[in-house]
């Protein structure tokens, strides 16, 4: 399912969070999107989401313009927040379960699709700990399997990777990549961490609110004329890349 | 949207609800021990120092306790309703509002859903109360149980709604001791829960006629024929005019972008 971005602006106040925004997501691809802290990914997400009401430009899906609350947006999206949302009194079943509710799913459907899902991100024994006993790759894993329960075909993911440590983050990055390719998943993937993008991966780079670029990371790389990803960041915004921490 | 999603969702956000509820024991005894110091401690010093008349619902003298017994349940259901605008602001904070508000059903459906919740387990919470006050001698008629219950509900629901449009007011957790200063104390002082009103007007006549426009006042007296299987129509106009006002208000004050980071506060 196809998902384009048209000439969005947002403004808190005086200050432009997103400039003229326009951009659609290659559909089964992992679409990687570039920016640092402050550049307007998360106004995008909360956009996307609905969270924030559109104040100019318009977000279409399969072609049909969104307006309003929409509940089919909604039923099409799997979203992982930055900061985590998990129920950290409840068990990991126990906020599937919850999420699984609020989208019309009955407990003996979230079962049935939870223990695949948890099996797949290798917490198949764990659907009856607390999210507190979790450690935060675990607990990042919930998220995204919460995401996928009422099997949408977008899924948003703003910076889910943050604050995890390398081994973690590359098998979130590694889960993902699976879906797109098995499940023909839709994934925006909001990052500053540059190693997370392959080198064919489908690039948006935001920056003060602008979108810098709209291309492939290779080809990125070639319009810059720089050997690497980073180096091509840097051109576009003037930081330096941040290197991931672990 | 089927309406088996609706009630699904209903059953999930109730389910969430009471699982926290039970999962925080210490909530549930702190809920009881603040109204039971009122009916063994306070109620023993005061008795004395007030007499209560023979006056509607009573058909004879009664204790002070007797007396106090359905503002203390009032009482629960004020600070429970409270507490849930307190909870809204922390689901707010720590971001689990995301979710509920990433589900496709419409919002006011959902937060209708969360009000109904907070209801239900004041009202176990009441009942709770009313048991142990058998313990000290402080017996309604049993039928009371049973006619009290649509009076209790719709008092928790008033006070859930005010709680809820509270919430969307309210920035940061911090602020929360404003709502227990400015609405949960005056609310409750200024109402029949601790003495009935023509006892305040000897006193003061200006402070009865605050006490009579503050619709808990309403609320306590609907809780108090309830109990004696009598319906006092005025109450239950007021009671149920104030909830029906204040959840539209709370439903149309909700503003989903404070749960995206608030960065236009």
């Given at each position: 399912?196809?998902l384009?971005?048209?000439?969005i602006?947002f403004r808190?106040?005086?200050?432009?969070a997103?400039?003229?925004v326009s951009?659609?997501?290659?559909?089964g691809?992992?679409n990687a999107?570039l920016g640092p802290?402050?550049?307007?990914?998360?106004t995008?997400?909360?956009?996307?989401?609905?969270?924030f009401r559109l104040?100019s430009?318009?977000?279409?899906?399969?072609?049909h313009s969104i307006?309003?609350p929409?509940?089919?947006?909604?039923?099409?999206l799997?979203v992982?927040f930055q900061?985590s949302?998990?129920d950290?009194?409840?068990s990991?079943m126990q906020n599937l379960?919850?999420?699984?509710a609020?989208?019309?799913?009955s407990r003996?459907?979230v079962?049935?699709e939870?223990?695949?899902?948890?099996?797949?991100?290798g917490?198949?024994?764990?659907?009856?700990?607390?999210?507190?006993?979790?450690?935060g790759g675990h607990?990042?894993?919930v998220?995204i399997a919460?995401?996928?329960?009422?099997?949408p075909?977008?899924?948003l993911?703003d910076?889910?990777?943050v604050?995890?440590?390398?081994?973690?983050?590359?098998?979130?990055n590694?889960?993902?990549?699976?879906?797109?390719?098995?499940?023909?998943?839709?994934?925006l993937?909001?990052t500053?961490?540059?190693?997370?993008?392959?080198p064919?991966d489908?690039?948006l780079?935001?920056?003060?609110g602008?979108?810098?670029?709209d291309?492939?990371?290779e080809?990125?790389?070639?319009q810059?004329?720089?050997?690497?990803?980073?180096?091509?960041f840097?051109?576009?915004?003037?930081?330096?890349?941040?290197t991931?921490c672990? | 949207?089927?309406?088996?999603?609706?009630?699904?969702?209903?059953?999930?956000?109730?389910?969430?609800e009471?699982?926290?509820?039970?999962?925080?024991?210490?909530?549930?005894?702190?809920?009881?021990?603040?109204?039971?110091?009122?009916?063994?401690v306070?109620a023993?010093?005061f008795?004395?120092?007030?007499?209560?008349?023979?006056?509607p619902?009573?058909q004879?003298?009664?204790?002070?306790?007797?007396?106090?017994?359905?503002?203390?349940?009032?009482?629960?259901l004020?600070?429970?309703g409270?507490?849930?605008s307190l909870?809204?602001v922390?689901?707010?904070e720590?971001g689990?509002?995301k979710?509920l508000?990433?589900?496709?059903?419409?919002?006011?459906?959902?937060?209708?859903?969360?009000?109904?919740?907070?209801?239900?387990l004041?009202l176990?919470q009441?009942y709770a109360?009313?048991?142990?006050?058998?313990?000290?001698?402080?017996?309604?008629p049993?039928?009371g149980?049973?006619?009290?219950?649509?009076?209790?509900?719709l008092?928790?629901?008033?006070l859930g709604?005010i709680g809820l449009?509270l919430s969307?007011?309210?920035r940061?957790l911090?602020n929360?001791?404003g709502v227990m200063n400015?609405v949960?104390?005056?609310?409750f002082?200024?109402?029949?829960?601790?003495?009935?009103l023509?006892?305040m007007?000897?006193s003061?006549?200006w402070?009865?006629?605050v006490?009579?426009?503050?619709?808990?006042?309403?609320?306590v007296?609907?809780?108090?024929?309830?109990l004696?299987?009598e319906?006092n129509?005025?109450?239950?106009?007021?009671?149920?005019?104030?909830?029906?006002?204040?959840?539209a208000?709370a439903l149309l004050?909700?503003?989903p972008?404070?749960t995206a980071?608030?960065?236009?506060?």
């Amino acid at each position: 399912m196809g998902l384009d971005v048209h000439h969005i602006s947002f403004r808190y106040g005086a200050r432009t969070a997103l400039d003229d925004v326009s951009f659609s997501l290659a559909e089964g691809r992992l679409n990687a999107l570039l920016g640092p802290n402050g550049a307007g990914k998360s106004t995008l997400y909360a956009l996307l989401t609905q969270l924030f009401r559109l104040q100019s430009g318009e977000i279409r899906l399969d072609g049909h313009s969104i307006r309003g609350p929409s509940r089919v947006l909604k039923q099409q999206l799997g979203v992982v927040f930055q900061q985590s949302t998990l129920d950290l009194d409840l068990s990991v079943m126990q906020n599937l379960e919850y999420h699984g509710a609020l989208h019309g799913l009955s407990r003996r459907q979230v079962r049935q699709e939870a223990g695949s899902l948890l099996e797949r991100l290798g917490l198949g024994d764990r659907h009856r700990d607390s999210i507190r006993s979790l450690n935060g790759g675990h607990r990042r894993r919930v998220e995204i399997a919460r995401a996928l329960l009422h099997r949408p075909s977008i899924l948003l993911l703003d910076e889910a990777t943050v604050g995890l440590d390398t081994a973690a983050r590359q098998a979130i990055n590694r889960h993902v990549r699976e879906l797109c390719r098995e499940q023909s998943l839709t994934v925006l993937w909001a990052t500053h961490l540059i190693e997370e993008i392959a080198p064919d991966d489908p690039v948006l780079v935001l920056h003060q609110g602008r979108l810098q670029a709209d291309t492939t990371a290779e080809r990125l790389c070639r319009q810059q004329q720089v050997p690497t990803l980073g180096a091509a960041f840097e051109q576009l915004t003037g930081l330096r890349a941040p290197t991931p921490c672990s | 949207m089927q309406l088996n999603a609706y009630l699904i969702a209903l059953k999930g956000i109730l389910t969430r609800e009471f699982l926290r509820f039970v999962q925080q024991r210490t909530r549930f005894f702190s809920a009881l021990v603040r109204p039971l110091l009122w009916l063994v401690v306070f109620a023993a010093g005061f008795r004395a120092a007030l007499g209560v008349s023979i006056i509607p619902p009573y058909q004879t003298y009664i204790t002070y306790e007797t007396y106090i017994l359905p503002g203390l349940c009032c009482m629960i259901l004020l600070f429970n309703g409270m507490q849930s605008s307190l909870s809204m602001v922390y689901d707010r904070e720590m971001g689990s509002m995301k979710v509920l508000l990433m589900s496709p059903l419409p919002r006011s459906w959902l937060l209708l859903c969360k009000l109904i919740a907070i209801a239900l387990l004041s009202l176990a919470q009441v009942y709770a109360f009313i048991g142990l006050g058998f313990l000290v001698d402080v017996e309604p008629p049993l039928i009371g149980l049973l006619t009290v219950l649509p009076a209790l509900l719709l008092t928790a629901v008033m006070l859930g709604a005010i709680g809820l449009f509270l919430s969307a007011r309210i920035r940061q957790l911090e602020n929360f001791a404003g709502v227990m200063n400015f609405v949960i104390f005056p609310m409750f002082f200024l109402s029949s829960a601790l003495y009935p009103l023509w006892k305040m007007r000897e006193s003061s006549e200006w402070l009865y006629w605050v006490c009579s426009f503050n619709p808990f006042t309403h609320a306590v007296e609907l809780v108090r024929f309830a109990l004696y299987a009598e319906l006092n129509l005025t109450a239950l106009l007021v009671t149920g005019g104030t909830a029906l006002v204040f959840t539209a208000l709370a439903l149309l004050g909700f503003n989903p972008e404070q749960t995206a980071g608030g960065k236009r506060r």
